[in-house]
């Protein structure tokens, strides 16, 4: 078909994301009024992409974010560089008291029966204050690059950043790069920027340079501003409703390429049923169920990006792709934080359907 991927066999950066890094702060099964210690992890939606194919996937990443010159900015630093993944930072100074600030995610496990639950402090955020220009992509370019990813969490931060992803996006094609975006739709966000008719009227424009786009049913319709789908999904883990809405999507943007999500059916916190689907130029592939015992939701769903995407970027088919992204995801649940621990071998051995037996 004449509207396939055409992804770079080679290039400097495999991938370069863009949006904001963020640190969580994660006491555990412990809630947070309750709470005498936490753990921090780094993470934000489109580093956790990089960061997963750089250290799992051996890919060569980079992350173009904000950095503000003040400890929790090298703490954070400090783990990108750990996870292998090149920085492209906009600097800022913290002026001791106000900031800017890299954004705090607080998020408790729960446990059992009982939820986790997520807030945020994004106030006066460095990433929010990123505006066109902040980037010399030419130069960030300038080795090649096969793929940009960016997503919908960056979009929602302020009136600024996504001219920041368009001006990224348009750059990225005319480097010859794959594009994808992850709608990661937070109603939150969107209502402090005017509600979900003011979301749809500021991704319209950005989701013009996709290829590859990832969201659930949910997300596309509320990031593209189209009806739910005729079918209702017997379960969470019927594809039915999200592959509903494929006509509707490529009708609105007929460039996109690929659509891919994961399903999920949560019977407990710590027990989830696991699949994922995608569409790849008009071919279904849905990943087989597993029971997932979860350690740590937070990550799964960027995990399953990573895997999915390393896959299309290693010529493998669309079938093997997903079962890389559904390993990947699967795997990102059995570890603390919100970025991989796991190994290529685990992946393709769980791929291939692997068990959790002991390895000797």
């Not at 992890?41 to 750089?54: D, M, W």
């Not at 970027?313 to 792709?321: P, Q, T, V, Y």
Request: net charge neutral.
């Amino acid at each position: 078909m004449g509207n396939e991927l055409k992804i770079k066999k080679t290039a400097a950066l495999d991938l370069v994301s863009l949006g904001a890094l963020v640190h969580r702060l994660d006491p555990g099964v412990v809630p947070f009024h309750k709470a005498t210690e936490c753990k921090i992890h780094v993470s934000g939606g489109e580093f956790n992409v990089a960061a997963n194919l750089a250290d799992c996937f051996g890919m060569a990443t980079g992350i173009a974010t904000a950095m503000v010159d003040y400890p929790i900015g090298a703490l954070i630093a400090e783990r990108v560089r750990a996870m292998g993944v090149r920085p492209f930072y906009k600097h800022f100074k913290h002026d001791g008291v106000h900031g800017p600030n890299m954004a705090t995610v607080f998020s408790d496990r729960g446990q059992g029966m009982r939820a986790p639950v997520v807030f945020y402090n994004r106030c006066n955020e460095a990433a929010a204050q990123l505006k066109p220009g902040d980037f010399d992509w030419k130069t960030i370019f300038a080795g090649g690059v096969r793929w940009f990813h960016s997503g919908g969490i960056f979009a929602a931060l302020s009136k600024s950043t996504p001219e920041v992803i368009a001006d990224g996006m348009a750059a990225a094609k005319a480097a010859g790069a794959v594009v994808s975006f992850d709608l990661n739709y937070r109603a939150k966000l969107w209502n402090i920027l005017g509600g979900n008719q003011r979301a749809v009227e500021v991704l319209d424009p950005i989701l013009r340079h996709v290829d590859v786009l990832v969201g659930n049913e949910e997300d596309l319709q509320l990031g593209l501003g189209i009806p739910g789908p005729d079918a209702a999904a017997k379960s969470k883990l019927d594809p039915s409703a999200f592959l509903g809405m494929i006509d509707k999507v490529t009708a609105k943007h007929p460039h996109i390429k690929v659509v891919a999500t994961t399903l999920r059916e949560v019977h407990s916190t710590n027990r989830h049923s696991w699949s994922a689907v995608a569409w790849v130029n008009g071919e279904v592939v849905q990943a087989p169920v597993c029971e997932l015992d979860v350690y740590d939701r937070v990550g799964g769903g960027d995990g399953y990006a990573a895997g999915f995407f390393y896959g299309l970027m290693s010529g493998l088919s669309a079938d093997e792709a997903v079962r890389l992204g559904w390993a990947h995801g699967a795997l990102l649940t059995t570890f603390p934080g919100d970025t991989t621990m796991a190994t290529l071998e685990q992946v393709k051995a769980l791929a291939k359907g692997g068990s959790a037996r002991i390895q000797r």
